[in-house]
């Protein structure tokens, strides 16, 4: 009858609707490292890389790297679509601000986060991407709860970063071309993260340390997978073909 779909077209539509929807569908991971400190206070406090005013650098980098072993809960690669901090809590006071102007990179790194490289080139991995692109920055905090605080402090990626913890261990590059004016974060001296850090953004070297801010990891898997998908795809394409042939 013209007008009325066929069993075929019908089948086709719904499997397509079915991709769509299933493409959508993410399971999100949440990941604190240090690991242990998911609702314990940090044993220390930094204003850097969100508090430089309190130093007067004019600009600063700030590398972190966090050991691969904080990411064992992960079944394999994920991406990592957000970061988010929490304010100390002591030291930790509610703000709203912009930063002016800073750019964040992530990559896989083979430097010991116990032991990072004083070079900031030598900690920097092959797959480095510019996660948050250069310009400002909204950030807040309520400073609420605890302690410790909430993590509140979200940095959603511009750029989502597939993470391997098999390949290496992971690397956070802030890059801060203006002073910032934000609040003090907690942090945590432990073998399990380090930072290396200079007050000039173009500096090659920094000071190394085996300390890290305390930091919350949102990652995502695509389910189902893309073999699912593509083998729904295919469904479609062979019906396709046996109403043609019809």
């Given at each position: 009858?013209?007008?009325?779909?066929?069993?075929?077209?019908?089948i086709?539509?719904?499997?397509?609707?079915?991709?769509?929807?299933?493409?959508?569908r993410?399971?999100a991971?949440?990941?604190?490292?240090?690991?242990?400190?998911?609702?314990?206070?940090?044993?220390a406090?930094?204003?850097?890389?969100?508090?430089?005013?309190?130093?007067?650098?004019p600009?600063?980098?700030?590398?972190?790297?966090?050991?691969?072993?904080?990411f064992?809960?992960?079944?394999?690669?994920?991406?990592?679509?957000?970061?988010?901090?929490?304010?100390?809590g002591?030291?930790?006071?509610?703000?709203?601000?912009?930063?002016?102007?800073?750019?964040?990179?992530m990559?896989?790194?083979?430097?010991?986060?116990?032991?990072?490289?004083?070079t900031?080139?030598?900690?920097?991995?092959?797959?480095?991407?510019?996660v948050?692109?250069?310009?400002?920055?909204?950030?807040?905090?309520?400073?609420?709860?605890?302690?410790?605080?909430d993590?509140?402090?979200?940095?959603?990626?511009?750029?989502?970063?597939?993470?391997?913890?098999?390949?290496?261990?992971l690397?956070?590059?802030?890059?801060?071309?203006?002073q910032?004016?934000g609040?003090?974060v907690d942090?945590h001296?432990?073998?399990?993260?380090?930072?290396?850090?200079?007050?000039?953004?173009t500096?090659?070297?920094?000071?190394?340390?085996?300390?890290?801010?305390?930091?919350?990891?949102?990652?995502?898997?695509?389910?189902?997978?893309?073999?699912?998908?593509?083998a729904?795809?295919?469904?479609?394409?062979?019906?396709?073909?046996?109403?043609?042939?019809?």
């Open positions: 009858m013209p007008g009325k779909p066929s069993r075929v077209a019908s086709v539509v719904a499997l397509l609707v079915l991709v769509s929807l299933a493409a959508g993410l399971v991971d949440i990941i604190v490292a240090p690991n242990g400190l998911e609702s314990t206070e940090g044993n406090v930094t204003a850097y890389p969100f508090n430089t005013l309190t130093s007067t650098y600009t600063m980098r700030v590398q972190h790297i966090y050991d691969a072993s904080h064992s809960t992960l079944s394999g690669p994920e991406y990592i679509t957000h970061i988010t901090f929490r304010p100390d002591g030291q930790g006071a509610p703000f709203s601000s912009t930063i002016p102007d800073i750019q964040i990179n990559s896989t790194t083979s430097s010991s986060a116990s032991a990072p490289d004083a900031f080139a030598n900690n920097v991995g092959a797959d480095d991407t510019v948050v692109n250069r310009g400002s920055l909204p950030l807040s905090t309520s400073a609420t709860g605890g302690p410790p605080h993590f509140d402090m979200v940095i959603a990626l511009d750029n989502q970063f597939l993470y391997d913890p098999s390949a290496g261990n690397l956070i590059d802030f890059l801060l071309y203006s910032t004016d609040t003090w942090g001296w432990s073998a399990g993260v380090g930072r290396v850090w200079a007050s000039d953004v500096a090659l070297t920094g000071a190394a340390q085996d300390f890290g801010v305390v930091t919350q990891f949102t990652t995502v898997v695509p389910e189902p997978s893309t073999v699912v998908l593509l729904l795809g295919g469904l479609g394409c062979v019906l396709l073909r046996r109403r043609r042939s019809r």
